[in-house]
C-alpha cells in the first residue's frame, strides 16, 4: 500500500526545544521534519505538530515552527497541540484535529521519542484503524537501542517503516510536476 497526499497527514510528536537536543541526531531529525513539513504544505497535507507539557520542555523547533502557516495552539485555531497524555491520541484536542479532514485515514508520523510518544500514538492510532507509516529517518530517542526497537515494535503492531524520500515520491506520484521539480531539488 503505498501513502497517498490525498488521504494523508502528518503529525509531527514533540521536537521541543529542551528535548530534541538530549536525543541521537538531533539536528538531522529536525532537517528531516522540516522536508516532511516542506512536501505537505506544498501537497496540501495537513499537518499537526505536538508539544509535551510545553511549560517544562518548551515550544517546538523554531525551524519547525517557521514552515507552518499558523503555529498557533489548536484551541486558537492553530496546528499545535499542547499535551500531557504520551500517546497524542490521549488528547481530545489532537482527535478533534485528527478528524477535521475527513477521508484521510493515513497518517505518517515523526517526532520523538521513538519508544514512548511516537510508539504510543502510532498504536493507539492503528487500535482506531488508521493506516500508519512511521518515518525511520525522522524519528529519534536519547538512546539507540530505545530508538531500535521502538520501530521494530511499531512495525510488529502493523505500522509500515518508511523513509523521508519515500513519503515524498509516493505523495508526488509523478515526475514532471512543478510539485516535483520544487520537491525533488530538496533532496539534491
Given amino acids: 500500500m503505498l501513502m497517498d497526499a490525498a488521504r494523508s497527514t502528518l503529525v509531527i510528536v514533540d521536537v521541543q526545544d529542551k528535548l530534541y537536543p538530549a536525543c541521537l541526531d ?6 528531516a521534519c522540516c522536508f516532511l513539513l516542506k512536501c505537505a504544505n506544498r501537497l496540501s497535507v495537513p499537518a499537526i505538530i505536538t508539544e509535551q507539557y510545553p511549560k517544562g520542555l518548551g515550544r517546538t523547533s523554531k525551524p519547525i515552527l517557521d514552515l507552518l502557516d499558523n503555529d498557533a495552539n489548536v484551541a486558537d485555531g492553530g496546528n499545535v497541540v499542547s499535551k500531557i497524555s504520551f ?9 478533534t484535529k485528527l478528524e477535521e479532514n475527513p477521508g484521510r485515514d493515513q497518517v505518517v508520523v515523526a517526532g520523538m521519542e521513538t519508544h514512548v510518544c511516537v510508539l504510543q500514538t502510532v498504536i493507539e492510532l492503528l487500535d482506531r484503524g488508521r493506516e500508519v507509516f512511521v518515518v525511520a529517518d525522522a524519528v529519534t530517542s536519547r538512546k539507540q537501542h530505545d530508538r531500535i526497537f521502538g520501530i ?3 512495525r510488529d503492531a502493523g505500522a509500515r517503516i518508511v523513509t523521508r524520500e519515500s513519503v515524498m515520491f509516493e505523495w508526488l506520484r509523478v515526475a514532471g510536476t512543478p510539485e516535483f521539480k520544487e520537491l525533488s531539488a530538496l533532496i539534491r
Fill in 26 to 31: 538531533p539536528v538531522e531529525t529536525v532537517d
Fill in 87 to 95: 500517546s497524542c491520541v490521549g488528547e481530545d484536542s489532537f482527535v
Fill in 152 to 154: 521494530e515494535r511499531m
